[in-house]
């Protein structure tokens, strides 16, 4: 064999390295190399099964049964003994009158002359072997034959191993992105109140579609697990979603982070940086307090969801980018434009789609549905024997105004768990101050939900005696109980 064929062929197996990631079509194209640069009848690779067993296995074979694969590989084949355990390679020019191949009956029997191995070797340590034979006429292979073939192997080995690697990371990748898509289920939103009802409806029928959606909500009602529930179940989901807190950053930072800049656009822009917009190509961008951005960015983002194009700052050139845009904020953007503090055309914008995420108080019945999830999660967690709620503990829960929302439930929660003396979380180890519990009434409360709050607070009032709350409310005992009952507890 030619210098000038041996050194093509190190070259293609190098270019394999950089184009095939598949483990299954690199081995392929490293046994048909070795085949076709060799001019050899049959061949096999041989890998070992784990970086920590010594065990090895037949990866790929050509033309090689599998009565001969069983006689070849056995570990009491000289081939596989002397490669395998010794990192030897093995040359025989006639493998018919070889003393080491005696034992071997597919040798003899498929009339094999010519017989070449050599070990896989990566870092010192043998991965496992490529095996080739001929039959027709002895002198096949040659010694540059093994010079090749060991060459080639060892490039193979780096080849196998990158494409190892890189199938680890994506089956971890699909491993966590299967986790993150379980976590962000509408079924991970918790909650069967009528409001929350009206928000599933709503997320449903924008799931599948692209449309910028504009979520409005206090602080702690969960939005930006909204936008990801949207993210997570829509043609989206296997992009990136990234989240930005508007708030938190300056005018000049910001417009860095979403846009991205140039070397030398301002001090310390060393290098060109793609923004978040971009990094985000084909996913989502949560933009989480939105209605904090100054108007300079506010132009720039009305130009982006206008064109799709962006313009990093410091360069002359504009992108075209895709990415679905979902915002998010605690304030009333409609007032805000108003006020004349947020652009009306960026308003209308954003809000396409709008989701109300409800108040807790607006959605009491709720609460021991969360409560109960947010005990289950800690106890977990912190390995606590803490497993339910006394009554007096679940009255203050939800007669409790709860200012921070569902955030707020469960960092009160999680506190519960940790001070809890028994397997039970008292009104004491919730830590809810008295003066704090109060009553409030909006449009957008159904009958039910007034009346259950109502009564709720006069039995707070009543110090959870049965008979002052039913003559407090000009009801029967028994009608009471019954709601009570209805509610989730008994008295």
């Not at 030897?88 to 018919?96: G, P, T």
Request: hydrophobic share 40%; with cysteine.
């Amino acid at each position: 064999m030619s210098k000038e064929k041996m050194f093509h062929a190190l070259m293609e197996i190098t270019q394999e390295i950089n184009t095939i990631h598949d483990i299954n079509e690199l081995l392929r194209r490293v046994m048909d190399i070795a085949m076709q640069t060799l001019q050899a009848d049959r061949g096999f690779i041989i890998l070992k099964k784990d970086a920590d067993d010594e065990a090895f296995h037949v990866a790929i074979a050509r033309n090689v049964s599998q009565k001969d694969l069983a006689d070849l590989t056995s570990y009491s084949s000289s081939v596989v003994r002397t490669v395998l355990g010794n990192g030897e390679s093995i040359l025989s020019y006639d493998a018919q009158a070889d003393e080491r191949f005696r034992d071997a009956s597919s040798v003899i029997l498929n009339k094999i002359s010519s017989i070449a191995a050599v070990p896989l070797r990566l870092k010192n340590k043998i991965i496992g072997a490529i095996y080739v034979d001929a039959s027709g006429g002895i002198g096949r292979f040659i010694e540059d034959s093994i010079s090749f073939l060991t060459a080639f192997a060892n490039q193979s080995a780096i080849a196998i191993e990158n494409a190892k690697m890189i199938e680890s990371i994506q089956e971890e990748n699909q491993k966590l992105r299967r986790e993150v898509e379980e976590k962000y289920t509408f079924e991970g939103i918790i909650g069967r109140s009528r409001a929350m009802s009206r928000v599933f409806d709503l997320m449903q029928k924008v799931m599948k579609t692209s449309a910028t959606v504009l979520i409005e909500g206090e602080s702690g009602t969960g939005k930006e697990l909204i936008a990801r529930a949207l993210h997570y179940n829509g043609p989206r989901k296997k992009a990136p979603f990234v989240a930005v807190f508007c708030s938190a950053l300056s005018e000049s930072i910001l417009e860095s982070e979403l846009f991205g800049h140039t070397r030398g656009a301002f001090t310390g822009a060393r290098e060109d940086k793609k923004g978040l917009l971009e990094s985000a190509e084909n996913g989502t961008v949560f933009l989480d307090e939105v209605s904090e951005i100054s108007p300079a960015i506010q132009t720039k983002l009305l130009r982006f969801l206008q064109e799709g194009e962006i313009k990093r700052v410091g360069d002359t050139k504009t992108r075209i980018v895709d990415v679905r845009v979902i915002a998010a904020t605690n304030k009333i953007l409609e007032e805000e434009v108003k006020a004349g503090r947020f652009r009306q055309d960026l308003y209308y914008r954003l809000n396409v789609i709008k989701i109300s995420a409800p108040p807790l108080r607006e959605r009491v019945e709720d609460i021991p549905l969360l409560a109960e999830y947010f005990l289950k999660k800690y106890s977990k967690k912190l390995s606590s024997p803490v497993d339910g709620f006394s009554r007096n503990a679940m009255e203050t829960l939800l007669s409790y105004g709860w200012p921070g929302n569902v955030r707020e439930l469960e960092n009160t929660i999680e506190r519960a768990v940790i001070l809890a003396a028994s397997n039970k979380i008292e009104r004491e180890d919730l830590q809810i101050a008295p003066q704090k519990a109060r009553l409030e009434f909006t449009s957008s409360l159904t009958l039910k939900e007034v009346e259950k709050s109502f009564v709720l607070k006069v039995l707070e009032e009543q110090d959870k005696n049965i008979s002052k709350t039913a003559k407090a409310l000009d009801v029967s005992r028994r009608w009471l109980h019954y709601r009570l009952k209805e509610w989730g507890y008994e008295a």
